[in-house]
């Protein structure tokens, strides 16, 4: 297996093989629907309100990056399709590089979600940067993957009743050292809630 799978990947397009794959909104949207339930592309594209062939073509790409997988086949008139599922920890395996790309489309999936959180609910949030040494940063680390597992595992299919829909958005990185700093400035606020995960992805 692994010696089948690795010169495919060493052929693979750049944007395939590191986190510039998920820079997308829509590739986004994908994998928390996915990570939910198995779907097939006509199913995605009814729940997010796009063509069949727009969600086609990225579920295209986010398979050949492994990100998800086809779970099993349903016969339709004149043929089959495919559904798909997420595994939020695939991402684990893309390159670190791209994280630029990649943080424009989250902050563009940030902007719609927020317009859509419903009144009168909690919100939780933190946003800073600070300087803090490797016993802390190692430590936020794991509870930041852990804040992903947890709402990845909780993940159930869209619509299903007594369920919340929740929407988060975590990223912990290390900065450029001797850059301009915001010398320890940061913003935190709780009064609740968490969110949906789509893919994790962790730098050793």
Do not use: C, W
């Not at 069949?52 to 004149?78: F, K, M, P, T």
């Not at 009144?119 to 992903?148: K, M, N, S, W, Y």
Request: charged fraction near 20%.
């Amino acid at each position: 297996m692994t010696e089948q799978t690795t010169p495919t990947r060493e052929r693979e397009p750049l944007d395939l093989r590191d986190l510039r794959v998920l820079a997308h909104p829509l590739r986004l949207q994908l994998l928390s629907l996915l990570g939910g339930s198995a779907l097939s592309a006509a199913e995605a594209a009814r729940e997010l309100g796009e063509s069949q062939a727009n969600v086609s073509y990225h579920l295209r790409r986010l398979h050949e990056a492994g990100l998800v997988d086809v779970v099993e086949e349903v016969a339709i008139r004149g043929g089959k399709a495919k559904r798909y599922r997420h595994d939020p920890a695939s991402g684990e395996r893309l390159g670190m590089s791209g994280a630029p790309e990649l943080f424009v489309a989250m902050s563009s999936e940030l902007a719609r979600r927020a317009a859509l959180q419903a009144p009168g609910t909690r919100l939780t949030f933190t946003d800073a940067e600070f300087f803090i040494d490797e016993a802390a940063f190692h430590e936020v680390e794991g509870l930041v993957r852990q804040a992903g597992i947890l709402l990845a595992d909780a993940a159930q299919p869209a619509g299903t009743p007594g369920t919340h829909r929740v929407a988060a958005t975590l990223a912990l990185f290390e900065l450029v050292a001797g850059a301009s700093a915001a010398s320890g400035s940061g913003v935190s606020g709780a009064s609740g809630t968490s969110g949906a995960s789509a893919a994790s992805g962790a730098a050793s």
